[in-house]
């Protein structure tokens, strides 16, 4: 009896599940942002890919996207405004990150006679809020060519 009970105790196996608490953010983002300034309206989208830093406490960023710009500035010009940025979110340990971007932006004329197409660098640098392992973004920051800019996410 004692050596059934001893098998029993010690050779039985018992399983514990356990959902993984790593503190990580998810690394695809879908942001839509909506810029303005006096004379600049902007409406973006954003599809946005975290890359893990393996010796610091950051995120590397890649992103690509279009937006559709307004200027109002001696007359209407609106813009078709594809984008490439790279960039460097901070804060890894909070749900409150700093996020900084640099890239370039082809603004094209929609108007068909106008020729006042051209390549530009672009920088955005702002607040990411961002809980780990949750599909919610909140982002607000100031660049060009977005001037002040509010957007919303979902990541995955």
Same mark, same amino acid.
């Given at each position: 009896k004692t050596t059934l009970l001893f098998l029993y105790v010690f050779l039985s196996v018992n399983l514990f599940g356990q959902k993984d608490k790593t503190k990580a953010l998810n690394k695809n983002t879908i942001n839509f942002n909506a810029g303005w300034s006096i =004379?600049? %309206? #902007? !409406?973006?989208?954003?599809?946005?890919?975290? =890359?893990? #830093? $393996? $010796?610091?406490?950051i995120y590397s960023t890649l992103s690509i996207g279009a937006g559709l710009y307004e200027v109002n500035f001696l007359g209407i010009d609106q813009y078709f405004v594809p984008s490439l940025h790279y960039g460097i979110i901070s804060r890894l340990q909070s749900n409150h990150h700093f996020d900084v971007k !640099?890239? =370039?932006?082809l603004a094209l004329n929609r108007m068909? #006679? /106008? &020729?006042? &197409?051209?390549? !530009?660098? #672009? =920088? $955005? !640098? @702002?607040y990411r809020y961002q809980v780990p392992n949750e599909r919610f973004v909140f982002k607000a920051g100031a660049g060009?060519?977005?001037?002040? %800019? +509010? @957007? +919303?996410?979902? /990541? +995955?």
């Open positions: =004379i600049v %309206y #902007s !409406a973006n989208l954003d599809y946005e890919r975290l =890359i893990p #830093s $393996k $010796k610091r406490n !640099a890239g =370039i932006v068909p #006679s /106008s &020729n006042d &197409n051209y390549l !530009a660098p #672009s =920088i $955005k !640098a @702002g060009f060519p977005d001037i002040i %800019y +509010f @957007g +919303f996410g979902l /990541s +995955f």
